[in-house]
């Protein structure tokens, strides 16, 4: 199901809250695969980061690799900056249980130690299983255990709502 929540309003809503808290001539972004990728493209734009952009596929970090499997298309990391000592923004699409974030981490920790690292997401829908917050959140709901929100695109973007059966 389709909702009619608008992908590119959120994105700007984003960008907003995200320029008083970074310098775009020092600050580097990273968008974690694949929606995450999709928003960084945008928000890397809007914010006129100087910086490439960087990408993380955390397949091989997860620490529930072994109860979801690996996913099918597993693809290359590319951090084309020095990370130490730099602000980073880690863009994903939905945080849920943080797992997701916290592979991240771990990659870009295997890169260099940073400033500091912001998560800007487009949807913080609740549900945490590991003390992970959103810096940034276009979108703060309350999902229930049946329901899977997910980015869709990358052209266009939507998130949709799909109800699911919940798992033991």
Same mark, same amino acid.
């Given at each position: 199901? #389709? #909702?009619? %929540?608008?992908?590119?309003?959120?994105?700007?809503?984003?960008?907003?809250?995200?320029?008083?808290?970074?310098?775009?001539?020092?600050? /580097?972004?990273?968008?974690?695969?694949?929606?995450?990728? %999709?928003?960084?493209?945008?928000?890397?734009?809007?914010?006129?980061?100087?910086?490439?952009l960087g990408?993380?596929?955390?397949?091989?970090?997860?620490?529930?690799?072994?109860? *979801?499997?690996?996913?099918?298309?597993?693809? /290359?990391?590319?951090?084309?900056?020095?990370?130490?000592?730099?602000?980073?923004?880690?863009?994903?699409?939905?945080?849920?249980?943080?797992? #997701?974030?916290?592979?991240?981490?771990?990659?870009?920790?295997?890169?260099? !130690?940073?400033?500091?690292?912001?998560? /800007?997401?487009?949807?913080? !829908?609740?549900?945490?299983?590991?003390?992970?917050?959103?810096?940034?959140?276009?979108? !703060?709901? *309350? /999902? #229930?255990?049946?329901?899977?929100i997910k980015? !869709?695109?990358?052209?266009?973007?939507?998130?949709?709502?799909?109800?699911?059966?919940?798992?033991?």
């Amino acid at each position: 199901m #389709t #909702t009619d %929540w608008d992908v590119g309003a959120l994105m700007e809503v984003m960008a907003r809250d995200l320029r008083p808290l970074i310098d775009p001539e020092q600050a /580097a972004m990273i968008g974690i695969f694949t929606g995450g990728v %999709w928003l960084a493209r945008a928000l890397h734009a809007a914010l006129g980061l100087q910086q490439p952009l960087g990408r993380v596929d955390i397949s091989f970090y997860r620490d529930d690799f072994s109860q *979801i499997g690996l996913h099918p298309q597993v693809r /290359a990391s590319d951090i084309p900056f020095a990370v130490d000592g730099r602000d980073i923004i880690l863009v994903d699409d939905v945080l849920y249980t943080g797992r #997701t974030v916290r592979a991240a981490m771990n990659e870009i920790f295997d890169y260099g !130690r940073p400033a500091r690292i912001l998560l /800007a997401v487009l949807v913080d !829908r609740g549900g945490h299983e590991l003390p992970v917050a959103a810096d940034v959140a276009a979108l !703060r709901l *309350i /999902a #229930t255990a049946g329901e899977h929100i997910k980015l !869709r695109g990358p052209d266009p973007l939507r998130l949709e709502l799909e109800q699911r059966e919940p798992q033991p």
